[in-house]
């Protein structure tokens, strides 16, 4: 079963540094995509980057500049550095993984998969 886990949510002040990890499990041999959202209270969820399997990446207007997207395939793990932080950048952080069907993999692998989140809060 695949199980995106994200971890290094926290609190810092504007202008500080956090460093988001989202480990995925149960997609050995199988290439994804693996992107992170955020949601604030009271908003709806938003696309911050994603990283795909081919390593290219992508960020919303607002994380470009400050975060950084990479990936570690040896432990199946994404990373969001995210520097320069600002109070609007405080809500829960979601981690998603999108296996496509493909040759190798097995297709109850395929489909879309949420972590549980974790939290970043920026004081002002």
Known sequence: QVQPVESGG?????????R???????????????SWHRQ???K?????????S?????????AKGRFTISQDNAKNTVYLQMNSLKPEDTAMYYCKIVVPY???????VAGSY???????????
């Open 54 to 62: 081919d390593g290219s990446t992508r960020y919303a207007d607002s």
């Open 114 to 124: 949420w972590g549980q989140g974790t939290q970043v809060t920026v004081s002002s």
């Open 20 to 34: 988001l990890s989202c480990a995925a499990s149960g997609v050995t041999y199988c290439r994804y995509a693996l």
């Open 10 to 18: 926290g609190s810092v002040q504007a202008g500080g540094s956090l």
């Open 40 to 42: 604030a209270p009271g």
């Open 102 to 108: 493909q040759w190798g993999c097995s297709a109850a």
């Open 44 to 52: 709806e969820r938003e696309f911050v980057s994603v990283i795909d």
